[in-house]
């Protein structure tokens, strides 16, 4: 667990992700009440509580646990996290509430696409009572002492997808609206996962994000950036590049998942992020492969 200073108001934890740093954080955002925004998976939650005790916010402290979309390193460990802080609601788009209600097709569903390697990181999802999830797509949180969240609408990477503006700040609290930006491993590029991945609506955010001359973006995976219009256009540029990959090799006739995705993302096949880098690889080209196919059948 690494603590990472942000702002006067926001502190990211680093929750050791899949097992190594440098890849997922939760953020802490304090005014009066405290917000905690991503949950990261069931396995990181040990780290992300060390975290909070570190800061020394006590877990009855949290009213707030904020996650910008139902995967499960961003939501999956919601459930054990609402146990450990229990003042605190769970917020995520009101499409997505019934998963973390009932978990059981939504793990079945990553196991699918995330592969069996990185599978085996991800950890279980816990049942959260319904009458502690609330719907997130209208959010408007007033922690006290000016920290305001607020979410907007930004599908693509998935369909219940929100970020959260910190208007004390102007910063963006953006999900994988923008892909990965993990500096430490070097590793940038937009996540089109299967099932639900939609290239349109992806394409919509990313270029409603780029209108917005925003000062800062906190990235889940990694950390805050203030370079966002390189980030922006860097995500955009990458998409481009998936998107000609992934349609030559249709045209071409049977695409095959790991030669692209190898293509994709030229990554050794040891070091710590490996893992990482090739299950996130290949679920993107997977996602990409579906859906263009549905856009040529359709
Ligand atoms: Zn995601």
């Not at 005014?31 to 925004?37: D, H, K, N, Q, R």
């Not at 909070?52 to 910008?68: K, M, N, S, Y």
Request: proline share 7%; hydrophobic share 40%.
């Amino acid at each position: 667990m690494e603590i990472i200073p942000v702002d006067d108001h926001i502190t990211a934890i680093d929750h050791n992700l899949l097992g190594i740093p440098g890849v997922g954080v939760s953020y802490l955002v304090r005014g009066e009440s405290a917000a905690l925004i991503e949950t990261g998976t069931s396995p990181t939650v040990p780290h992300t509580l060390a975290g909070l005790e570190r800061l020394g916010v006590r877990p009855e402290q949290i009213d707030h646990i904020i996650c910008t979309h139902v995967h499960m390193d961003h939501a999956g460990g919601a459930g054990y996290l609402a146990a450990a802080l229990p003042r605190a609601s769970v917020y995520i788009h009101s499409m997505s509430i019934e998963h973390l209600a009932d978990p059981a097709r939504l793990m079945a569903s990553v196991r699918r696409a995330v592969g069996e390697e990185a599978w085996a990181l991800h950890g279980d999802v816990k049942p959260i009572p319904v009458e502690r999830l609330r719907p997130a797509e209208q959010l408007r949180l007033d922690l006290g002492r000016d920290v305001v969240l607020e979410a907007i609408a930004t599908p693509g990477h998935s369909p219940d997808h929100l970020s959260y503006w910190d208007r004390r700040s102007g910063g963006l609290f953006i999900g994988d609206a923008a892909g990965l930006v993990m500096d430490r491993w070097g590793l940038y590029f937009p996540v089109t996962p299967v099932p639900t991945y939609n290239l349109r609506a992806h394409r919509d955010t990313i270029a409603m994000l780029r209108a917005q001359s925003i000062p800062r973006i906190y990235v889940t995976h990694h950390g805050p950036h203030d370079d966002v219009d390189l980030q922006l256009s860097r995500a955009h540029e990458r998409l481009e590049e998936l998107v000609g990959l992934v349609d030559a090799a249709l045209d071409d006739g049977a695409p095959d998942v790991d030669a692209l995705a190898a293509r994709y993302l030229p990554y050794p096949d040891d070091g710590p992020a490996a893992t990482v880098a090739r299950s996130w690889s290949r679920m993107s080209v997977a996602g990409m492969i579906r859906y263009e196919l549905k856009q040529r059948q359709a």
